[in-house]
């Protein structure tokens, strides 16, 4: 089965606390994204990975962090210094091949309290 | 900077009838837009894309159509069925990587 995997689907943590968002990908595509989506409102882009070993900020980048270690991997970071965590993070693959339609995880729900 | 707006954020419809959702784009030229259905608490499934050089595109009861100048796509599902509802995001590219910028998007609800 392909498709992207996201766990946990919900995630707790006390303020103050680094947290790991995990995301994987078994469809062989090059390019990576992570979202954040907040309620009522549309999804905006925080890092993106076109290549391993490479990766640059979307609109949204400060307090959070990534690495592209491997193709499969994308793992997202928040970091303490994210002033408002809390919010339903998206993790989205596309083949450069394509029309670059991205394929979405299931997401992961944070909240930090 | 680069907008996207969608109309309104919720539209009721009646069943079977033709649901319309508008967006539109300001302060760039996209060479394409791509549309995604997302259902309450799940990420986006893709739907269709349009190129600026197609006016219109169908799939099934889905049609889009793309107008450059006016610098519009409007998303059509005909014979609307309560499984339609949910919210469509419209979603152009920019920069090198072809990153994608989503609208807020529209909350489609058929009514039975």
């Known amino acids: 089965d392909g498709g992207i995997t996201q766990s946990p689907k919900y995630l707790f943590r006390k303020e103050g606390q680094n947290v790991t968002l995990s995301c994987e990908q078994n469809l062989n595509h090059d390019a990576m994204y992570w979202y954040r989506q907040d309620p009522g409102q549309g999804l905006r882009l925080i890092y993106y990975?076109?290549?391993?070993?490479?990766?640059q900020k979307g609109d949204i980048a400060e307090g959070y962090s990534v690495s592209r270690e491997k193709k499969e991997s994308f793992p997202l970071t928040v970091t303490s210094a994210q002033k408002n965590p809390t919010a339903f993070y998206l993790c989205?693959?596309?083949?450069?091949?394509?029309?670059?339609?991205?394929?979405f995880g299931p997401g992961t729900r944070l909240t930090v309290t | 900077s680069q907008k996207i707006e969608q109309n309104s954020e919720a539209l009721n419809i009646q069943e079977g009838k033709t649901a319309t959702l508008t967006c539109n784009y300001t302060n760039y030229s996209p060479a394409y837009l791509q549309w995604y259905r997302q259902d309450p608490g799940r990420g986006p499934v893709f739907l269709l894309l349009?190129?600026?050089?197609?006016k219109e595109k169908r799939k099934e009861r889905l049609k889009v159509t793309f107008d450059t100048t006016l610098k519009q796509s409007l998303f059509h599902i005909t014979a609307s069925q309560p499984a339609d509802s949910a919210t469509y995001l419209c979603?152009?590219?920019?920069?090198?990587?072809?990153?994608?910028?989503f609208g807020s998007g529209t909350q489609l609800t058929v009514l039975p």
């Open positions: 979603a152009p590219p920019h920069g090198s990587a072809r990153q994608l910028t």
């Open positions: 349009i190129r600026e050089n197609e």
């Open positions: 989205a693959s596309s083949s450069r091949d394509s029309s670059y339609e991205q394929y």
């Open positions: 990975s076109q290549i391993v070993n490479d990766f």
